[in-house]
């Protein structure tokens, strides 16, 4: 599994930017992606993630309103478009795949797919900026 990811940058308060994920090598229908961000000195935290299965989709409360997460299958490409950044956005942000068997996608709204222990292969990362 592959998983590649762009378009961070630095962006002004209350900009948006929209960041990729481009998942190769998944072999498996029954999947979430999620999005997770570090800033220096903390711990890594789950932002979003989106559910192969039926499209569901979470969001961290620090978010809801403002990021969101879609999927474009024919591309294998996971996005998020972040809105209204703040400075306490600032982080590297990665996206990760967990997989699964068709009957643990079907109970992925009863799990904690927020958090980065289901997640079993990592991007590199891509730095966003919020800053003046």
């Known amino acids: 599994v592959q998983l590649v990811e762009s378009g961070g940058g630095l962006v002004q308060p209350g900009g948006s930017l929209t960041l990729s994920c481009a998942a190769s090598g998944l072999e498996s229908d029954y999947y979430s992606i999620g999005w997770f961000r570090q800033a220096p000195g903390k711990d890594r935290e789950g932002v979003s993630c989106i559910s192969s299965f039926d499209g569901s989709t979470r969001y961290a409360d620090s978010v809801k309103g403002r990021f969101t997460i879609s999927k474009d299958n024919a591309k294998n490409t996971v996005y998020l478009k972040m809105n209204i950044l703040k400075p306490e956005d600032t982080a590297v942000y990665y996206c990760?795949?967990?997989?699964?068997?068709?009957?643990?996608?079907?109970?992925?709204?009863?799990?904690?797919?927020?958090?980065?222990?289901?997640?079993?292969?990592w991007g590199q990362g891509t730095q966003v900026t919020v800053s003046s």
């Open positions: 990760a795949v967990a997989r699964g068997s068709r009957e643990w996608a079907k109970s992925l709204g009863t799990l904690d797919m927020l958090s980065r222990t289901w997640y079993d292969f």
